[in-house]
């Protein structure tokens, strides 16, 4: 898979769980993608004082990402 089909494929994750988080007044984008294993994104709004983001983040984000591109290994929240 090319660089820019993955960055599809996290793009496309990020578009389904996005609904969820702009619920609740949030929102998340790509930061970056590093060694084709690593995603980083922002959590953004209410998403980013949230107590619960973390777990947002693997169980929600991570999970979502994974599905759609297996490859990667780990998803990590930047500020």
Do not use: W, Y
């Not at 599809?8 to 988080?21: D, Q």
């Not at 995603?39 to 983040?57: D, H, P």
């Not at 929600?60 to 998803?75: F, L, S, Y």
């Amino acid at each position: 898979m090319t660089t820019e089909e993955l960055q599809n494929k996290v793009e496309e994750a990020l578009a389904e769980i996005r609904p969820f988080l702009q619920n609740d007044g949030g929102d998340i984008s790509l930061v970056s993608i590093d060694n084709g294993t690593s995603v980083k994104v922002r959590l953004e709004g209410n998403c980013m004082g949230c107590s619960v983001n973390q777990m947002t983040l693997k169980s929600g984000v991570e999970m979502t990402i994974k599905k759609h591109a297996p490859q990667i290994e780990e998803v990590v929240n930047v500020a």
